[in-house]
């Protein structure tokens, strides 16, 4: 059992409530006072006849220690309550139940450039988001230099960040955000904007704090950045904890979970994103005899998408998982090719379905699910976590044998092996 | 980069909890808005530079706009249908008027939409909500004093006998704020759950300007009436101001205790309306 100066953050039967379309019910005052009028006469003639306002606990029950210096990654589908959880801990929102107690300066990079107005410049919106951060004057002036510099973007200082990239404005923002130096920093998804090279940054960073003792809190969808940069996991399921420890067992229990859930018909999956124009019914993987056959190492296999309407502007990817959530690979309809067929969306909005066929299966033996997304003229429909899950039986690939072995690796490259004798090639050197 | 950051061993701690009420809720909120304060500064400071930033007259609109009202009132109701303003004319007496006025309509105008203009910021990090409808009133109060300094010129010009009354101001221009505040909270709180406030507030303020006694002298209200008029608590700060800058019938002191306590009930409910409503409010903006 931590002691308190041990702990970071501890989350006491934490629970919070929606009220579904809250805001768009009492948008208009009238709907309001018309409610109000109803629900007074009716609770006149009977309460009973009221009906319950439909609600939802985003998150309930919810009971957690983080020890100071962790670097937790919190796990879970689409509506867990993820991002429930990291309002409650930046204090954005109040909890409806519960508590949750921390101990020091809270930093967040959910959003970059917080605070930002577009009008003022660089070096204004570096004071002002500073100070909408919670940092104090003095602690800016100190560290302005140093949150130019890291931004690298010295020479635009003094142009208002309308006139910004979206890089550049990522770029200062996070800066600004860097030099917080929380005690407690909650990340969601932030890796996912700006190029390689910043990425590489961020993490750098994120490792750097951690290593002087900041706790660390990471939201991702991936879970092989959770698992190769996290020490520890939180499942969230239905805004529930329902594990908690080692980073690799909370991973391998989420991706059960999935498993689990992989029962359930697509249809009835809520945990999407996407504005939903068109959605995937089904997503099937299938061996070289057609759907339902097994899939074999080497083989042909397909993957198969039944989609809700054939919009133009289609595009479909899916990225494979081996088990303990790495991504292993990764199909992209937008990326084409001169053998492709191309879609023939433009007839209608009636039901199709997309398929991506492959000659030769280079996964290795074992089991795998897929993340697949749809898009219309580049704007994200529809994203389904685990929408299929499929195993891979052992087979060859030209010729080869290939091996179960997915610590190391997930897929095999056709290759040859050779061996030339020092001898030989000294004494064919000779003979010239 | 090497860092230096040398970490407390005691670090402070901190409590999400449900909503907070009571006394000792509004106590915590308030010093709250008091550690805030540097915050509060610079959201003021931005709406400022924003302000002027694109503007080629700057702060000369601050003095551009009671002058032309000024003006058009002056040939409409003073010309044409005749309305006096007693010792001096009708048209500074009108001037003067509308500086307090201005303070009002702008600080209501820019409060009751502020959170919602801010929803940006209130659904991202946390701070004392109640800085955001206060920060527009460095804005209006740099807008009073410019055209507050233009006032004092032609009442030197226009009535050398500028009196010490002149002390008198500043109790009439907080009683205009204390006023705004109040109901700038209670718009911009209610304004996050009805977006009806958002319409409603332009015509509120221009029945508010009649109610106020800017374009004509208080004296038309007939005298038992007076007390009563005075729950409008910008009859007295106007009159009085007017007062104390072109001199003139001396306030009466029921009316006055009327605007006070009015004035004062506005801010207190309209804080602990805002208050109320803080802490879902990134919830249902």
Redesign the interface.
């Known amino acids: 059992m931590p002691t308190s100066s041990e702990l970071a953050v501890v989350a006491t039967n934490l629970g919070k409530r929606y009220r579904l379309g809250e805001s768009i019910r009492h948008d208009v005052a009238r709907d309001w006072l018309a409610d109000s009028a109803a629900q007074l006469l009716r609770r006149r003639r009977t309460a009973s006849t009221r009906s319950a306002p439909s609600e939802l606990w985003a998150l309930r029950g919810v009971e957690f220690e983080i020890v100071r210096g962790d670097v937790v990654g919190v796990i879970g589908r689409n509506g867990a309550g993820k991002s429930t959880l990291l309002k409650i801990l930046t204090r954005v929102t109040r909890p409806t139940i519960g508590s949750l107690r921390g101990w020091g300066r809270v930093g967040s990079l959910l959003e970059l450039g917080t605070g930002f107005h577009p009008e003022l410049t660089g070096r204004e919106n570096v004071f002002l988001s500073g100070a909408v951060l919670g940092m104090r004057r003095a602690e800016i002036v100190r560290k302005f230099d140093r949150i130019v510099e890291f931004s690298g973007i010295e020479h635009m200082l003094d142009t208002p960040v309308k006139r910004y990239s979206s890089g550049m404005y990522v770029r200062l923002g996070f800066s600004v955000a860097a030099h917080l130096e929380p005690d407690i920093l909650v990340l969601d998804e932030v890796l996912a904007v700006g190029d390689a090279p910043f990425q590489a940054r961020c993490l750098e960073l994120v490792r750097r704090l951690s290593h002087e003792g900041t706790t660390v809190l990471l939201v991702s969808h991936n879970l092989n950045t959770v698992t190769s940069f996290c020490r520890s996991g939180l499942l969230l399921e239905q805004g529930r904890v329902t594990a908690q420890g080692a980073v690799s067992e909370v991973a391998r229990t989420y991706t059960r979970s999935l498993e689990a859930a992989a029962g359930q018909t697509l249809d009835e999956r809520r945990d999407r994103a996407g504005e939903g124009r068109v959605r995937v019914l089904s997503a099937e993987a299938r061996g070289a005899g057609g759907p339902g056959s097994a899939l074999e190492t080497g083989e042909p296999a397909g993957f198969g998408f039944e989609v809700s309407s054939s919009l133009p502007g289609l595009q479909c990817s899916f990225t494979v998982y081996d088990i303990a959530g790495t991504a292993v690979t990764y199909f992209d309809s937008a990326e084409t090719s001169p053998q492709d067929v191309p879609f023939d969306t433009e007839i209608g909005s009636s039901p199709g379905s997309v398929s991506c066929e492959l000659d030769e299966l280079l996964l290795l033996p074992g089991r795998y699910r897929l993340n697949v997304a749809l898009y219309l003229d580049g704007q994200l429909q529809d994203h389904v976590e685990a929408a299929a899950f499929f195993s891979v039986a052992r087979g060859t690939i030209r010729g080869r044998q290939v091996h179960s072995g997915q610590a190391r690796g997930g897929l095999q490259i056709p290759h040859l092996w050779r061996f030339e004798h020092e001898t030989a090639r000294h004494g064919s050197a000779g003979v010239r | 980069?090497i860092?230096t950051?040398v970490?407390e061993?005691?670090?402070?701690?901190?409590?999400?909890?449900?909503?907070r009420s009571g006394i000792g809720g509004s106590a915590e909120r308030l010093r709250e808005v008091v550690d805030s304060r540097?915050?509060l500064a610079?959201?003021a400071w931005?709406d400022l530079?924003?302000r002027y930033?694109?503007s080629s007259i700057g702060v000369l609109w601050a003095v551009l706009q009671p002058l032309l009202l000024a003006a058009a009132f002056t040939l409409f109701f003073g010309k044409l249908a005749g309305l006096d303003a007693g010792n001096v004319s009708y048209a500074l007496a009108t001037f003067v008027a509308l500086l307090p006025w201005q303070l009002v309509a702008f600080g209501v105008f820019s409060a009751s939409g502020s959170v919602v203009r801010g929803q940006?910021?209130?659904?991202?990090?946390?701070?004392p909500r109640i800085l955001i409808p206060l920060a527009p009133f460095a804005v209006a109060l740099v807008d009073f004093f410019a055209a507050f300094t233009v006032a004092l010129v032609w009442v030197a010009i226009a009535s050398p006998s500028l009196a010490l009354t002149i002390a008198w101001v500043p109790a009439f221009l907080l009683l205009a704020l204390v006023t705004t505040v109040g109901v700038g909270c209670w718009l911009a709180a209610l304004n996050v759950?009805?977006?009806?406030v958002q319409v409603a507030v332009p015509l509120l303020v221009q029945l508010w300007f009649f109610c106020t006694p800017i374009a004509y002298p208080s004296s038309l209200v007939p005298e038992e009436w007076r007390v009563a008029y005075a729950v409008n608590p910008m009859v007295t700060a106007v009159d009085g101001f007017r007062a104390a800058l072109l001199g003139g019938p001396h306030l009466q002191l029921q009316a006055v205790a009327v605007s006070v306590s009015v004035a004062g009930a506005l801010l207190l409910t309209g804080v602990g309306f805002f208050w109320r409503t803080e802490?879902?409010i990134?919830?249902?903006?």
């Open positions: 980069m860092s950051a970490r061993p005691e670090l402070r701690s901190f409590t999400v909890e449900t909503r540097e915050l610079f959201l931005r530079t924003v930033k694109q940006d910021l209130v659904t991202r990090v946390y701070f759950r009805f977006r009806d802490d879902t990134a919830d249902v903006v």
